[in-house]
């Protein structure tokens, strides 16, 4: 298995999911130099960032943050692009232990009293076609670095949404009504949530998952995506 995949390296080598060159060390998923470039926010420090004031009248979200903006033609918005669509799973694990990583480093309470993490889920008919669920992925290797287990058994996505993509706000809120589902609501009572994305734009869809779990007696909501749209800032 070693030397197989040793040729396999030699004749397709491993490339990096931001600008494509390839990588010199085994396991690399993006390269330094792209990692470098990342635009990255200061919302492990902050608490009122853009993301957390898309929640403010949801007393139950106690945080929200995003790792990085999310600026077309970036590295950073290449890499989720390799992510979501050029099948590269591995890229989902590597996104949420740097994210993980990186909000340990500059604010080591972030993830304390956090039960579970639970990442957004994608319709049946998606993930079929899709094969993975980038948020899945990206909360797997948030759980490698924190310990946090992972639950993907309890929200569940019963209506498959047409895309947001260059929908205005208004459409994109309800393009998101009612497309979740909470099985067995009771295992989550007083209980604090890590809610997981890949992308967040005007918070619709995240909105859609919080309102199924914000009835939960004693719950409490925490929200980390990957990327906040450019237009939002810091």
């Given at each position: 298995?070693?030397?197989?995949?040793?040729?396999?390296?030699?004749?397709?080598?491993p490339?990096?999911?931001?600008?494509?060159?390839?990588?010199?060390?085994?396991?690399?998923?993006?390269?330094?130099?792209?990692?470098?470039?990342?635009?990255?926010?200061?919302?492990?420090?902050?608490a009122?960032?853009?993301?957390?004031?898309?929640?403010?009248?949801?007393?139950?979200?106690s945080?929200?943050?995003?790792?990085?903006?999310?600026?077309?033609?970036?590295?950073?918005?290449?890499?989720?692009?390799?992510?979501?669509?050029?099948?590269?799973?591995?890229?989902?694990?590597?996104?949420?232990?740097?994210?993980?990583?990186?909000?340990?480093?500059?604010?080591?309470h972030w993830?304390?009293?956090?039960?579970?993490?639970?990442?957004?889920?994608?319709?049946?008919?998606?993930?079929?076609?899709?094969?993975?669920?980038?948020?899945?992925?990206?909360?797997?290797?948030?759980?490698?670095?924190?310990?946090?287990?992972?639950?993907?058994?309890?929200?569940?996505?019963?209506v498959?949404?047409p895309?947001?993509?260059?929908?205005?706000?208004?459409?994109?809120?309800?393009?998101?009504?009612?497309?979740?589902?909470?099985?067995?609501?009771?295992?989550?009572k007083?209980?604090?949530?890590?809610?997981?994305?890949?992308?967040?734009?005007?918070?619709?869809t995240?909105?859609?998952a919080?309102s199924?779990l914000?009835?939960?007696?004693?719950?409490?909501v925490?929200?980390?995506?990957?990327?906040?749209?450019?237009?939002?800032?810091?």
């Amino acid at each position: 298995m070693a030397l197989f995949s040793h040729l396999l390296d030699l004749f397709f080598p491993p490339l990096c999911a931001g600008c494509g060159d390839v990588l010199q060390n085994a396991g690399e998923v993006v390269c330094a130099r792209c990692c470098k470039s990342f635009p990255y926010t200061e919302h492990p420090t902050r608490a009122d960032n853009r993301v957390s004031g898309l929640f403010t009248d949801i007393p139950k979200v106690s945080q929200a943050a995003a790792l990085c903006v999310y600026e077309p033609e970036s590295p950073f918005y290449q890499v989720i692009h390799n992510m979501k669509y050029h099948r590269r799973p591995e890229v989902g694990v590597w996104l949420g232990r740097n994210a993980a990583t990186r909000f340990l480093e500059q604010n080591q309470h972030w993830f304390e009293g956090i039960d579970l993490i639970v990442p957004v889920p994608l319709h049946k008919r998606r993930l079929k076609s899709r094969r993975y669920n980038q948020s899945e992925l990206i909360a797997d290797g948030i759980s490698q670095v924190t310990g946090i287990p992972v639950d993907t058994n309890h929200l569940m996505r019963i209506v498959d949404n047409p895309t947001q993509t260059q929908r205005t706000p208004a459409e994109r809120k309800l393009n998101t009504q009612g497309i979740f589902l909470l099985h067995n609501p009771d295992d989550f009572k007083n209980r604090h949530l890590l809610l997981v994305d890949d992308i967040i734009t005007t918070g619709s869809t995240l909105r859609s998952a919080v309102s199924q779990l914000t009835p939960v007696r004693g719950l409490t909501v925490s929200v980390l995506t990957m990327g906040m749209a450019g237009d939002m800032k810091y």
